[in-house]
C-alpha cells in the first residue's frame, strides 16, 4: 500500500542516487578542485560574511559562452492543476450555460484572430503578440487518458507520461538517453522547485529553488577557499551508501552550477529574498545567455488549485503567467536565442466543468496548454455536450505534446515515450 | 565493538529519528541507559516522572489584538509567525519531551496545513496545539478534531462547501491522503464523503470555532466506503476509521519515516496489527516501528531535512541563532515549518539533496559554527582535532567516513591555529556525514 508513497519519494529525488552518476561526478570533483578561488561581500541577517564566487582558472567544457548553440526546451510547470476552461475558452453557449458565475462574459475575452472557436482569458493579454506573430499555438482538451482527478497520481502520469507505474520523468529518460561524454549538471535545470520530470537513472541535474539565495557564503576573515575546496573533498571518494553518495554528489554539481551561474546573477544583498516566477525567467534567459550547454528548463509557478475563489485568483495567476512568458520571449528575441527555444506549459490536470459553492473548481481531467514557438493555433477540441463524468474530454494526449518537445530537443521520441504519438507541429526545423 | 560502542549507536539512531538528537548534556545523562528505556521513557514522560511541558504557542494570539486596524494586520501577522517560528524551534531544540515535538511535526507534514492558506495566526497556533495534543494519542481522536479544525476548514475550503454544491477538497484528501490511500476509495465515495460533510462554517471570535448549519447541509444518507447510512461528520469518520486499510496507511507512513531506506513493505500487517488491536492508539505504534529499528544490526542512513538539520547543529555545538537568520536558512534550504509546500506535505527528505540546500547548508554551517560559544564542546573537539569526538557529539557516534576524515585533516593544515576551530567545526556541520541520521 505505501508503494506510492515509495514511488513519491524517489520520484523527488531529480538526479537519482546510482553507481552510474558516480563517476562523472568523481571526476568533476578532480576538476573542480583546481578552479576554486576566494572573494566580496554581502550581508545575511545577523552577520556579515564574505561571498565565495568561483572564478574559473582553466577553461572547461562548461565555460559560459563555449557551448553549442543547441536547441532549448522551457516547461513552465502550472502547479495545482490550471482550469483549461477559462484559459482558452471555448466560444459555445454551453460553456456560460455550465458556469453560471466562473464564465467570462463575451465582450471580456480576447478575440484570437483567425480562431473561430476559442478565446483567451482577458489576464492572457501580453500573449496576443506572440500570436499575431504566429509563434503562439494553444492545446486544450489535453490529458493523460487514465490519469485520474487525484493531484499525485495525475502528477505521477504527467512527470513519467505514463499512467502505469515509473520511476523516471520523461525528460530524464531523454537525458539518459542521449547522455554523451562528461556529465553536465547544467544541462537540466530546475529553478523554483524539484521536477520529477527530470528524474533520470543514471544523468543528475540541478533544482535551484532560488537562484537569488544560491550562492556560498563563509563567516568573515575564514579563508573561504581552504573551506570550500574542503567541502569539496568530502565527496570524495564516494561512499559505498547509495544515500551517502547521494548526499556526496550533490556537493561537486552544486559547486558547478554555482561557478556558472554566478558569473551572470548580479545580485545584490539588498534584493528581497523572496522569489517570483518572473525572476526565475530571468535567470532561466540568462541560462540561456550564458550558453553552457543547457537544454532542458523547468519553472514552477504555483498556485493553480483554485477550489475557492477562482475568478480573481486565476486572473492573478494567468496575468503573471502572461506576462512572464512574454519578457522571457523577448529577452530571448533580444539576445538572439528565440529561434532555437521552445516553450511549452504543462499542469497536472484541467478543472471540473461544474462550479463548487466555493466559487471554484474541483479536479477534473483534460485541460489546455501553451507552446511558444514557430506555430500558431489551436489544436484539440472542447467538447461540452459529452462530458466525461463532468470532465471535458481527453482529445489530446499530453504524450503528443511531449512528443514534440523531444523531437525539439532531437528525440529518440519514441523510444523515450514507448509507443509513436502523433506530433502537435509538424513545421519543427 | 564494544556493547557500549552498539548502545551509543542505537541511542543516537532513536534519538535522531524520533528526537532531534541530543545536546552534550543529553549525551551525558543518557551514557549507558539502555535504548530501550529511553524509548519508553520517552513515550509516557509521565510514567516515568517528567511532566509533560505546556503547549510553547500558547500566549501567542496576544499577537494579535481583537481590535487590530486591518491595515496593520499584514505586518502583525508576519511578526506573529516570526515569532511564532522561533519558539517553535526552540521547543524543538530543547524541549524536554523530544519524542512529542516530532510527532507534533509529523502530524504538521501529514495534514500539511500551511500558514498562506490560514493567514489567521490565531487560527494557526490553534491547530499546532491541536496536534500536539493528539500528537501520541489516539489517531481517531485526531482525525476527529482535525475535520472540523477552523484551520483545516479553512485550508481544504470545508468552510464553504454548502448541500447544493459540495467542495470535494477536504473530502477527497481525508481518503487520499489523511487516512486509506487512493487505491482504497472511487469517485462515487470522495462525492459522498464531501456531501456529508457540508454545512460547517467558522465563528469568529478567540480564532474561531466550527459551527454547524443544517441550512447549508446536505443530510442525504450515501454510502461511503461500504458503510451506508454516511450523512454527517460523525457517520464520515466512522466509515474512514473503521474501514480496514487505515491501519496500515497511517501505520506504514509512520514506519517509513521512522525506518527511512531500513523500511520494508512486509512489516506493515504486523505494525498495522498493533496500531488496530490498540483501537488506533499511537504510541504502542511508535513503540513496535522503534523496537524494530532498534532491532536492526546494521541501519542505512536517511537524508535529514533541514529543520532537523538546524535543530541538531544548534543542539549539539551549543549555538543559538536569532529567529529572522533561522527564518532565512529555512528559507534557503527550501523548508519552513508552518509552510509545507503542498497539501501532500514537505517532500521526501531526499528532496534536500537538490543545489539549492546544498548551498545553503554549507553557508549555514559556517555561520552556526560562528555562533557556538566559547565553551562549546564540539568547537574544543574541533580546534584539537578530535574528529571522533566532534563525530559523536554530532551524533555520530561511528565517527566520520574517508572523506570527511580527509578534508577535515586537510582544512586542519591550511588554516591557522586560530581559526581552526571553527573552520572545521562548520565543516564538520557540512559535510554528507551530517546531513544523514
Known sequence: MNENLNRRRFLYLAGGATAAAATGAAAWAGLLREQVNGAPTLTLPGLTTTTTSMTPTTTTSLAPGQGPKNPVLVIVQMQGGNDGLNTLVPLNGRYQDLRPTLALGDHEMLDLSDAQDFALHPALAPLLPLWENNLLTGVTGIGIPGQGRSHFTASDSWHSGRTSPETTGWLGRWLDATANGPANPLRAVSLGGGAPILTAESQLSTIINSPRNFRLSTPPGSDSEAIVAAFLQTASPLSGDPTLAAAQMAIPSTLEAIEVLGVDSGVTADEPPEENYTSLLDTAAGLIDLDVGTEVIVVSVHGFDTHSDQRSRQEKLLANLAAGLASFHQRLEANGHADRVLIMTTSEFGRRVQENASGGTDHGTAGAQFIIGPNQGIIGQVDLDNLVDGDVPIAVDTRSMYATALDWLGGPTDEILGKKYDRLLDNLP | ?437
Open chain 2, 1 to 437: 565493538m564494544t556493547n557500549h560502542h552498539n548502545a551509543q549507536i542505537d541511542l543516537a539512531w532513536l534519538t535522531q529519528r524520533l528526537g532531534y538528537g541530543m545536546s552534550p548534556d543529553e549525551q551525558t545523562n543518557l551514557d549507558g541507559v539502555d535504548p530501550t528505556t529511553v524509548l519508553a521513557r520517552r513515550l509516557d514522560p509521565e510514567s516515568h516522572g517528567v511532566a509533560i511541558p505546556p503547549s510553547p504557542f500558547e500566549g501567542l494570539g496576544d499577537l494579535i489584538p481583537p481590535d487590530i486596524d486591518p491595515d496593520n494586520f499584514p505586518a502583525l501577522r508576519r511578526a506573529a509567525y516570526q515569532q511564532l517560528l522561533g519558539i517553535w524551534l526552540d521547543e524543538l531544540r530543547d524541549t524536554s519531551d523530544p519524542l512529542l515535538e516530532w510527532m507534533t511535526f509529523f502530524w504538521h507534514d501529514h495534514f500539511a496545513v500551511t500558514s498562506e492558506v490560514v493567514l489567521n495566526p490565531v487560527i494557526m497556533v490553534n491547530h499546532l496545539s491541536l496536534l500536539r495534543q493528539h500528537a501520541r494519542g489516539n489517531f481517531g481522536d485526531l482525525l476527529r478534531a482535525v475535520t472540523l479544525d477552523p484551520a483545516m476548514l479553512i485550508f481544504l475550503d470545508g468552510r464553504s462547501s454548502v448541500a447544493r454544491q459540495p467542495n470535494e477538497n477536504y473530502g477527497r484528501e481525508l481518503l487520499e491522503l489523511y487516512s486509506i490511500g487512493v487505491e482504497h476509495y472511487t469517485e462515487a465515495d470522495v462525492v459522498a464523503a464531501a456531501s456529508a460533510l457540508t454545512g460547517w462554517q467558522i465563528q469568529p471570535g478567540d480564532g474561531g470555532t466550527a459551527v454547524f448549519s443544517a441550512r447549508r447541509h446536505d443530510d442525504t444518507h450515501r454510502t461511503l466506503l461500504g458503510a451506508s447510512g454516511v450523512h454527517d461528520v460523525d457517520t464520515v469518520l466512522d466509515a474512514v476509521l473503521n474501514h480496514q486499510a487505515l491501519p496500515g496507511f497511517i501505520a506504514g507512513k509512520l514506519a517509513a519515516s521512522i525506518l527511512g531506506n531500513d523500511f520494508d513493505e512486509n512489516q506493515v500487517p504486523e505494525f498495522a496489527h498493533v496500531f488496530a488491536n490498540h483501537n488506533l492508539d499511537l504510541a504502542p505504534l511508535i513503540s513496535a516501528i522503534a523496537e524494530a529499528g532498534l532491532a536492526l544490526t546494521s541501519r542505512s542512513p536517511l537524508v535529514r531535512h533541514p529543520v532537523s538539520w538546524l535543530t541538531n547543529a544548534e543542539k549539539t555545538t551549543g549555538a543559538r541563532i536569532d529567529t529572522r537568520a533561522r527564518a532565512h536558512i529555512l528559507h534557503s534550504m527550501g523548508m519552513v515549518p508552518g509552510r509545507p509546500p503542498h497539501v501532500g506535505g514537505f517532500p521526501p527528505p531526499e528532496n534536500y539533496l537538490n543545489a539549492s540546500s546544498t548551498a545553503a547548508r554549507f553557508t549555514s554551517a559556517g555561520l552556526v559554527a560562528n555562533q557556538a560559544p566559547e565553551d562549546s564542546l564540539a568547537l574544543a573537539a574541533a580546534s584539537t582535532g578530535d574528529w571522533q569526538t566532534l563525530a559523536s557529539l554530532l551524533g555520530r557516534p561511528q565517527g566520520f567516513s574517508a572523506a570527511s576524515l580527509s578534508a577535515l585533516d586537510g582544512l586542519k593544515d591550511a588554516t591557522p591555529s586560530g581559526q581552526q576551530g571553527r573552520n572545521c567545526l562548520a565543516l564538520s556541520l557540512s559535510t554528507p556525514d551530517f546531513l544523514v541520521i
